[in-house]
């Protein structure tokens, strides 16, 4: 923690994305808003999305971080003494989901001013905090794993890269499934991420997914089915990194 | 009585098949400077690792304190003091705070924390910077605070891997001095260097090891002792060095004493291997007066480890000054 508040160059360029997203994206396509129902502002659509995208880069951090914490032998150093292996891991990822949710808070403050208050209120921000960083922790999963095995930065970042714009495109992160051609809207109603989007989308907006009925507020069946997809991914990853992590402290 | 390190028939083979380790066996005393030497890739680092209780070993037995490395490792890493051969330090903590962060990894709190660590920011000299942050160290400073965070919890061994590879040789002087300073009050010492002078000077034991074995250990003056000769090397005065004064100079030296081992030719005349050499200085003076050769220099060296090392691993030990180790170093800065 002492480290991200020491490094605030880092913290900057990490926000730098999002807020672009936030700023410029919501501006270029606010005509989609009328695309996606009457009276609907692409901003408060979008930030949903944006949101998501950031825990979604900023997670595949946590890769390259484990990579530099073997190459600089600071993995080693730590084996070298008393500490739990276990909590070696564990610190690493609750330092991640911290800065996650960090930023996300950053962003909600900043998309304020943008007309950006949850429908569902200050438990909604709440919420959307929580799912934000639950979704942070099962993606951070991946990069860790990736990091652990290939034991290079760079093979996490291209493989980060090459992942973040189709899976963030071919969700509903940005464009609402009406707008897109036939096998996108396949494609992005078992996209992993569209399912977190849409949970958060209905804590800001409190419609349902397709934006048919705004009266609502909490869809928990939409929130539940996210929390569910998130849980599964989370297992998955993080027990890989788990037990690759177990190899390389044996 | 059992040494604090037991290594018996050690073995450690890696997934790929690399043997790095094959069936080692030494102890060290309580309280002793130990040096263990070798090319690289010779295992020396593998057996730290799995001193260190990092690495598993493949068979054979090892143990620190008492403690075996396997089913008493928890016990172990608490009495040891490991450095890396990188160095490790957190560029974006200060020296202290790196220090405390090291002393919480060892389970130590509060003003007993706090104290400590003043003390050896004192010792390591330290004091001044200890509240800039680290990434604005010199190497010899990064070196010195690594060095101060594995003493933080008071460590009955120090076990160092290369603790002055890349340094300038003032920092390598004060690290070496530190190390001295420790070892008298009482720490005992595992450490593998290329810089043979100061094993010499301070290590009071050894072992080389080459390709996973080990090829020679005791006393560096037992070590040296083996080697058996002095070199005595003759300069011969230029306007007589030619083949044919060589030549006669060689059969002098062949015909009259029996204790010369070897003569080789060298740029300056020749080197000649004896037993107790400076005795025969004298006496090559004299011979050589008479048979009417000239000698325009003669200096006689005792064996040095470098002699040592040479004989038992075919190669002379080479210190790189920018190793990859403080390459790496420059350019990797830890992210979080």
């Known amino acids: ?250 | 009585m059992p040494g604090i390190i037991d290594v018996s028939q050690l073995v450690k083979t890696y997934g790929d098949g690399t043997k790095a380790v094959k069936g080692i066996s030494f102890n060290v005393s309580e309280g002793e400077f130990f040096g263990f030497l070798g090319p690289n890739g010779a295992g020396k680092s593998t057996t730290i690792k799995i001193l260190t209780t990092i690495l598993r070993k493949s068979s054979g037995s090892a143990s620190v304190a008492g403690f075996d490395v396997e089913s008493d490792s928890a016990k172990i890493r608490k009495i040891i003091g490991v450095q890396n051969q990188d160095t490790v330090v957190d560029e974006d903590l200060t020296g202290r705070e790196n220090m405390i962060l090291q002393g919480e990894m060892q389970q130590m709190h509060g003003q007993a924390l706090k104290d400590r660590v003043d003390e050896l920011l004192k010792i390591v000299d330290l004091v001044d910077a200890a509240d800039k942050r680290a990434g604005f160290y010199s190497g010899g400073m990064k070196k010195r605070l690594d060095l101060a965070t594995t003493l933080v919890h008071d460590p009955k061994i120090l076990f160092l891997d290369e603790p002055t590879t890349g340094l300038d040789p003032q920092s390598r002087a004060a690290i070496w001095a530190y190390l001295k300073q420790l070892n008298e009050q009482g720490i005992t010492i595992f450490i593998t260097t290329q810089y043979l002078e100061e094993v010499d000077r301070l290590c009071r034991r050894l072992a080389i090891v080459d390709l996973g074995e080990i090829v020679a250990q005791g006393t560096p003056a037992e070590l040296k002792q083996e080697i058996g000769a002095d070199s005595i090397s003759l300069g011969l005065e230029s306007t007589t060095m030619n083949g044919e004064t060589k030549e006669k100079a060689k059969q002098v030296l062949e015909n009259k004493f029996d204790r010369v081992s070897n003569i080789v030719n060298s740029d300056i005349g020749l080197t000649v291997y004896a037993k107790n050499g400076s005795f025969l200085v004298p006496e090559i003076v004299r011979a050589f007066d008479d048979a009417g050769i000239k000698l325009s220099s003669i200096a006689v060296s005792s064996p040095t480890l470098d002699d040592v090392f040479l004989k038992h691993t075919g190669k002379r030990i080479r210190v790189e000054e920018v190793t990859s180790a403080n390459y790496r170093g420059m350019f990797a800065r830890r992210r979080r």
């Open chain 1, 1 to 250: 923690m002492k480290k991200l508040v020491r490094n605030p160059i880092l913290i900057f360029f990490s926000l730098f994305q999002p807020v672009i997203f936030l700023v410029l994206f919501t501006q270029l396509f606010s005509k989609f808003g009328q695309l996606l129902g009457p009276g609907v502002s692409y901003t408060v659509f979008a930030t949903a999305g944006i949101v998501l995208q950031n825990a979604f880069s900023s997670a595949f951090q946590s890769g390259t971080a484990v990579v530099d914490d073997i190459k600089s032998g600071f993995l080693t150093k730590m084996l070298a003494t008393p500490v739990n292996r276990s909590a070696i891991l564990f610190g690493r990822i609750l330092s991640d989901a911290f800065r996650v949710v960090a930023q996300t808070v950053i962003i909600l403050a900043l998309a304020y001013p943008l007309g950006v208050f949850p429908e569902t209120g200050f438990l909604g921000y709440l919420l959307i905090i929580f799912t934000v960083a639950f979704f942070g922790l099962a993606w951070s999963g991946i990069s860790l794993a990736l990091g652990l095995r290939t034991k290079s930065a760079e093979t996490v970042f291209g493989i980060a890269g090459f992942l973040t714009f189709p899976l963030l495109f071919m969700s509903t992160a940005l464009v609402g499934q009406t707008a897109m051609p036939a096998w996108m809207q396949t494609v992005s109603s078992y996209n992993p991420i569209s399912f977190a989007v849409n949970a958060i989308r209905n804590l800001i907006t409190g419609c349902t997914p397709d934006l048919s009925n705004c009266a609502i507020g909490y869809d928990w069946s939409t929130i539940l089915q996210a929390y569910g997809v998130i849980a599964l991914i989370g297992a998955l990853t993080l027990g890989a990194t788990l037990y690759l992590f177990r190899k390389v402290v044996s």
